[in-house]
């Protein structure tokens, strides 16, 4: 009668089944404790993707269960929506409402943690318009949940690459921030090599004290051939303080198992890191990882801060007296394509320890081992 054609709905069922058996030992790098651990990880996600005309979108519940085989520890259930939201267009720009992934430049910064049994995804609203996308949420999910986490930013990708504003408040019984960070990452490409650069500045409230940090990377990856390449990176993040100020830079919201290691030891925090890794895909549905890792203290006083942004088991020492020297990590990994829907990845790192580590431990001091075999399947 009006003439209004309302447009067909297209569902698109979603379902990802990821069965991981992890393996490691020495945990706290102290062969005089027995923390060796197994434990069986098992996520389901499953829901639905669907568009009508100009509006989209997905729905996805996360069932998650971690069952501790051996080893201290117990077994820990979780489910939750994952990812709840409309997308849709008008004359301004592309708007996204609900839960949400947020992810930004190479996600030293702000990541998915895809890695972990549940991933981060944010509530809140963002808007995008080209280069420009403007954002403000809470923390949904995620591995480590604080459901007092808030940040609203934004970005624009440019010709000069892309910058990144947002300010992040988080408030946990073991940490208080409230940080303004700004970054800007720098792509260049020439024939077969890539040169990436990324550098970022801070301010805010940390622990009761005022935040200064800086942080700085760069990466520079060759393909050598259609089955191999090479990547080169170094990074270097401020820490340490005072009794006024603290310097520790905060990237508590990266997804770092890509980036320091598969074995999630080490953040973008008090940090001196150099790191080669070679990739090799013999076959289009086989690929081979191989990373070597080095593993620094910007400043001795600090601790040694893992991947989510907290000190590991308590190594710091104010007196210096322990040196820089955190270690160095081998990692070995391997990916296999069994048809379009199943997958399987294994894996295996050494992390061994430095003369940092060693002076907490002693004679006791063990290398750090880890191992898992993972399938997945997805429709």
């Known amino acids: 009668m009006f003439g209004l054609t309302v447009p067909p709905t297209v569902w698109i069922p979603y379902l990802t089944v990821r069965e991981r058996l992890e393996r490691r030992t020495d945990r706290d790098f102290d062969r005089s404790r027995d923390d060796n651990r197994t434990v069986f990880s098992s996520r389901i996600m499953g829901g639905v993707n669907f568009r009508s005309g100009t509006v989209s979108g997905q729905l996805v519940y996360n069932q998650n269960q971690e069952r501790t085989l051996a080893g201290p520890g117990g077994d820990e259930v979780r489910s939750d929506l994952q990812f709840g939201y409309l997308t849709f267009a008008d004359r301004s720009g592309n708007w996204t409402i609900g839960r949400q992934e947020i992810r930004k430049g190479n996600e030293r910064l702000m990541g998915a943690g895809a890695w972990n049994s549940v991933s981060t995804a944010w509530d809140g609203i963002r808007y995008r318009r080209g280069p420009l996308d403007v954002w403000a949420a809470k923390l949904g999910t995620a591995a480590r ?161 893992g991947a989510g942004g907290l000190p590991n088991g308590g190594f710091v020492d104010p007196t210096r007296a322990k040196g820089r020297d955190v270690g160095d990590e081998f990692d070995l990994q391997a990916d296999f394509t069994i048809n379009p829907k199943v997958s399987v990845m294994v894996g295996a790192s050494t992390f061994r320890a430095g003369n940092f580590i060693r002076g907490f431990r002693g004679s006791n001091t063990a290398n750090q081992n880890w191992l898992f075999v993972q399938a997945t399947y997805r429709y």
């Open 145 to 305: 949940i604080s459901q007092r986490t808030r940040m609203a930013g934004m970005s624009y990708q440019s010709r000069v690459g892309e910058t990144l504003y947002f300010f992040r408040h988080m408030d946990t019984p073991a940490e208080s921030v409230d940080a303004h960070t700004i970054d800007h990452v720098l792509n260049l490409k020439d024939g077969a090599g890539t040169l990436s650069l990324e550098g970022a500045l801070q301010a805010g409230r940390r622990r009761g004290k005022d935040l200064r940090a800086w942080a700085m990377a760069g990466r520079f990856t060759y393909v050598w051939s259609p089955k191999l390449s090479t990547t080169l990176e170094g990074s270097l993040a401020s820490g340490g303080g005072n009794r006024h100020e603290t310097f520790a830079f905060d990237n508590a919201l990266a997804s770092n198992h890509p980036i320091y290691g598969t074995m999630d030891l080490q953040g973008w925090k008090n940090s001196q890191v150099m790191s080669f890794v070679v990739n090799f895909r013999p076959q289009s549905d086989v690929g081979v990882d191989v990373g070597y890792h080095r593993f620094g203290l910007r400043d001795a006083s600090d601790a040694w801060y």
